[in-house]
């Protein structure tokens, strides 16, 4: 369970003594004029609200609003918003590296610097300064319900899901980001990955459209065992409302974390500023552990995850 993936939307929070430089004073009295925030992705509005309180105390003078859909659903508006001509977004949040590096190529978004930055892993920003990961979940496995399958008879590896036992018996995600991070060279690599999904999809898994969805069915005793894209916070939520699930405790685990960026077209850049600047400070670390249960998975950290 110690092993560990490090791919370029890995996030290595630095969770240390750093001095923590202020935003400039010109900023913020340029916010106060722009007095309104609008944020895409990243975070379900019932987080967002409690994220919002939490900035909020901090930058009273911002009004925030927030688009909560799925990556794939925020990319399409982008592109479509950018094509119109429309000023309807400031900060978006999500997004795999292709997405990102075609939106940079369009100019849809823009560069941005903020003092909390230099607290950020160089793996977890782009060192153009288009992107930079706020915060990590950790994706485990799997998980299994605990009413369908006991633990003795629970997955014990990521081998343990090839059994022929669980043919048909089993669910996985459409999306499979965690094996693109598996792939890479200073993990298992692309041939082991490509072997290994191979006899996956021999052993005729169900499909679902999302990790959430998974987990959550899993939870409701549609499947007894789920793997790919299993994030240990969904996990964790469900466990505290009394939910028969478990996640499946073996190496290696995939750190994955969403990146923010901010549009070119921002009609509220230094409230955007503001905004950054404080998701990737240690408040704002501190508020994706309380909030959302994520942060730095690493020893050491401080984190529950660690």
């Known amino acids: 369970m110690k092993s560990h993936v490090i791919s370029w939307f890995t996030l290595f929070m630095l969770m240390g003594t750093l001095a923590q430089a202020e935003p400039p004073q010109s900023v913020i009295d340029a916010a106060k004029g722009e007095g309104k925030l609008i944020n895409w992705g990243g975070f379900s509005n019932s987080d967002f609200r409690e994220y919002e309180k939490r900035f909020n105390k901090r930058y009273p003078f911002i009004k925030m609003a927030n688009w909560a859909s799925s990556t794939d659903t925020t990319r399409e508006r982008i592109w479509s918003d950018f094509y119109a001509k429309r000023d309807s977004w400031d900060v978006a949040i999500g997004g795999n590296r292709g997405m990102i590096d075609d939106w940079i190529k369009g100019k849809v978004v823009r560069q941005w610097s903020v003092p909390s930055l230099a607290r950020i892993h160089k793996t977890a920003k782009d060192s153009r300064?288009?992107?930079?990961?706020?915060?990590?979940?950790?994706?485990?496995?799997?998980?299994?319900?605990?009413?369908?399958?006991?633990?003795?008879?629970?997955?014990?590896?990521?081998?343990?899901?090839?059994?022929?036992?669980?043919?048909?018996?089993?669910?996985?995600?459409?999306?499979?980001?965690?094996?693109?991070?598996?792939?890479?060279?200073?993990?298992?690599?692309?041939?082991?990955?490509?072997?290994?999904?191979?006899?996956?999809?021999?052993?005729?898994?169900?499909?679902?459209?999302?990790?959430?969805?998974m987990v959550a069915l899993l939870a409701a005793g549609e499947f007894p065992v789920a793997t790919s894209n299993v994030a240990l916070h969904t996990v964790k939520r469900l466990q505290e409302k009394g939910a028969p699930i478990e996640w499946v405790r073996a190496g290696p685990l995939v750190f994955a974390g969403a990146a923010a960026v901010m549009s070119a077209r921002a009609a509220h850049p230094n409230a955007a500023y503001l905004w950054l600047d404080w998701l990737l400070s240690p408040e704002g670390s501190k508020a994706s552990e309380e909030i959302e249960d994520k942060g730095n998975p690493f020893p050491g950290s401080g984190s529950q995850q660690s």
């Open 129 to 213: 300064g288009y992107w930079a990961i706020p915060h990590a979940a950790v994706v485990v496995p799997g998980a299994y319900n605990t009413n369908l399958v006991s633990a003795k008879d629970a997955p014990k590896s990521y081998e343990d899901f090839l059994d022929p036992k669980r043919r048909g018996k089993f669910a996985i995600t459409v999306k499979v980001s965690n094996y693109v991070s598996l792939a890479q060279p200073d993990s298992w690599g692309k041939e082991k990955v490509k072997a290994y999904i191979t006899r996956l999809a021999a052993n005729k898994p169900q499909i679902t459209k999302g990790r959430t969805q």
